[in-house]
C-alpha cells in the first residue's frame, strides 16, 4: 500500500459589504425583488463606462493587510470572456495579471498543532448575477430566470498556496479566514448565505513525492463542515482511482452535502481559454504608501494579537482565549465587560457557557446577539453579590439574550430575590432534615453524597430562592450537631 499525502489550495471568494455595487451606484441589495438594482453599467451594455467604487478598494485593502499580503501599489482589471446567462456582458470584470495584493498567510491552530498558510494573492472582481432554476415566475417550472441584482457586486477572491495538508486543516483555514475578514469588518462572511464561498483545489500524491498531482476543484461547498466532508471525499475518491489504475482528471466537481458526494460538472477550464485582456474602460489603480497605512490604521486588534493579550494579562487559558476570539462579537463583549468590573474567567465562562449554548439552541447568528456589556456585568455583580444565585442567573440571562433587557428590569419582574438570611432558611433545613430521615441516617454513616440531595430539598422547598453556600453551611452545621 502506498501511503498518499493530500493536497489542498483553496479558492475564497467573499463579497465586500459597500452600500453600492463595483462599477455604478445601483446598490448591492440582492434579496430585493429580482433586476431591482441593474443599469446599462451592472449590465454590460455597449457605451457604458464602469468607475470603481472607492470603499470597495478599501474594504480590499484592508483585506489584504488584516491578511499580512503586500498590498501592490498599482493593480488593474482585466476582462475575463465567457458566455453564461448570469453573465449578460459576457465578460466578467476581474484582476488576471495585476492583482491588488499578493502574499500573506493565516496561521492555523489543528489537532496536529499549530501550521501557517501561506496565501498566493487577492484580487479585486464584480459577481455574476443568480439564476433561478424551476422557478414559479413568468414562465412556471422547468424555466430558468436570470435575477442580476448580484451582478457587478464587489468581491474580493482569497486564493492560498496548496499547503493544506488534510481535511480538518481545509476546514479550520476556511474558519480562520471568515474570523479574521468578520474582524476586519469588510464583509458578512456567511457561507450559507453565499456571502463567503470556498472552492477546494484538491490533489493526493505519494508521500515525499515533489511533484504536485493533478487536482480537482470542489464546488458549491455551503458550509466550513462541508468543505471538511468534501476535500476528504475527493481525496478517498483520487486515492481509489489511482489504486484501481485510473488516472485522475483536471476538472470541476459539484459537492451534494446531502448525499454526501461530488459529482463531475465539467472538464476544468485552462486560464488561455478564458481569453483574458486588460479591461479598456478602466483606468490602473494607483495607491500611495501612506493611504495604505491609514487604512491599516482602521483595523481593530485582531484575534491573534488579543488571545495573547487574553492568556498573558487576563490570565485566561488558551483554550479559552481561542473560543472567545474566534468571533468579535464575543471578543468584543469579552473585553467591554472586564473593562466594566466584571472577573474575567466568570465573563469567558459565561459567554462560552449560557450564551453559545442559547445561541445554539435558538440557532441565533452571534451578531445579532442583543446582550450588551453592561448588562453582563450587571447581571454578574446580581450573583457575585448574592442577590440572586447561580440558577436564577441562568433564567435571567435566557432572558437577556431574547429581549436585550437590562437583568435589573427581569428580576423585578420574575420577583427573584435570593434568601441568603441564615434566620429564614434554619426553619427550612430543620423540616427538610424532619423529613429525609433516610438521608440524615446515610450521612451520619459516611455516605457524604447524601449532602447534595438534602441542599437540592432545601432549594427546592424555597422555591429556587435559598442561596446555596449558605443552605450547604446550616445543613452541614445541623447533621455534625447530630453526630
Ligand atoms: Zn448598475
Not at 232 to 237: D, I, L, T
Not at 245 to 262: A, P
Amino acid at each position: 500500500m502506498t501511503a498518499y499525502e493530500i493536497v489542498v489550495g483553496m479558492e475564497c471568494h467573499v463579497e465586500l459589504k459597500t452600500k453600492t455595487k463595483l462599477f455604478c451606484s445601483c446598490a448591492a441589495e440582492f434579496s430585493d425583488d429580482p433586476n431591482r438594482h441593474i443599469c446599462p453599467v451592472c449590465l454590460g451594455m455597449p457605451g457604458a463606462l464602469p468607475v470603481v467604487n472607492r470603499q470597495a478598494i478599501e474594504y480590499a485593502v484592508k483585506a489584504a493587510l488584516a491578511l499580512h499580503c503586500q498590498v501592490q501599489l498599482t493593480s488593474r482589471f482585466d476582462r475575463k470572456n465567457y458566455h453564461y446567462p448570469d453573465l449578460p456582458a459576457a465578460y466578467q470584470i476581474t484582476q488576471m495579471f495585476y492583482p491588488i495584493a499578493k502574499g500573506g498567510y493565516v496561521d492555523i491552530e489543528t489537532s496536529k498543532g499549530c501550521r501557517r498558510i501561506r496565501l498566493n494573492r487577492i484580487h479585486v472582481e464584480a459577481d455574476a448575477g443568480k439564476l433561478l432554476h424551476g422557478s414559479s415566475g413568468i414562465g412556471g417550472a422547468g424555466d430558468s430566470l436570470a435575477d442580476d441584482n448580484r451582478g457587478s457586486t464587489p468581491l474580493i477572491e482569497i486564493v492560498s498556496e496548496p499547503d493544506i495538508r488534510s481535511a480538518e486543516e481545509a476546514r479550520v483555514y476556511g474558519e480562520k479566514l471568515r474570523t479574521i475578514l468578520e474582524y476586519a469588518g469588510v464583509s458578512d462572511v456567511k457561507m450559507e448565505q453565499g456571502s463567503m464561498r470556498c472552492d477546494a483545489n484538491v490533489s493526493v500524491r505519494p508521500k515525499g513525492d515533489p511533484v504536485l498531482g493533478t487536482r480537482a476543484e470542489v464546488k458549491n461547498v455551503n458550509s466550513f463542515k462541508a468543505v471538511e466532508r468534501a476535500v476528504h471525499y475527493e481525496a478517498e475518491r483520487q486515492i481509489d482511482l489511482i489504486e484501481e489504475g485510473g488516472v485522475v482528471v483536471q476538472e470541476t466537481r459539484g459537492w451534494d452535502d446531502e448525499k454526501g458526494i461530488s459529482i463531475s460538472m465539467r472538464l476544468k477550464e485552462n486560464a488561455h481559454d478564458y481569453r483574458y485582456f486588460p479591461e479598456p474602460d478602466l483606468p490602473p489603480i494607483i495607491l500611495d504608501p501612506e493611504q495604505i497605512r491609514a487604512i491599516g490604521l482602521t483595523l481593530p486588534e485582531m484575534p491573534e494579537a488579543r488571545k495573547v493579550r487574553m492568556v498573558s494579562e487576563l490570565k485566561l487559558s488558551e483554550y479559552d482565549s481561542e473560543q472567545i476570539t474566534a468571533s468579535r462579537y464575543t471578543a468584543d463583549l469579552f473585553d467591554e465587560t472586564v473593562t466594566l468590573g466584571a472577573e474575567p474567567k466568570a465573563v469567558a465562562n459565561w459567554i462560552m457557557g449560557e450564551l453559545m449554548r442559547c445561541a445554539r439552541t435558538k440557532g441565533v447568528d452571534l451578531a445579532a446577539i442583543p446582550v450588551k456589556a453592561q448588562n453582563l456585568a450587571a447581571l454578574l455583580a446580581h450573583v457575585a453579590e448574592g442577590k440572586i444565585n447561580n440558577k436564577q442567573a441562568k433564567e435571567v440571562f435566557e432572558e437577556m439574550f431574547d429581549s436585550g433587557e437590562a437583568p435589573e428590569v427581569i428580576i423585578r419582574k420574575k420577583g427573584m430575590t435570593q434568601v441568603s438570611d441564615a434566620g429564614a432558611l434554619e426553619e427550612i433545613v430543620q423540616t427538610v432534615l424532619a423529613g429525609n430521615p433516610k438521608s440524615v441516617e446515610d450521612y451520619k454513616n459516611g455516605r457524604t453524597q447524601a449532602m447534595g440531595f438534602l441542599v437540592g430539598q432545601v432549594m427546592k422547598a424555597s422555591k429556587g430562592q435559598a442561596n446555596p453556600g449558605v443552605v450547604n453551611q446550616l445543613l452541614t452545621a445541623a447533621l455534625e450537631a447530630m453526630k
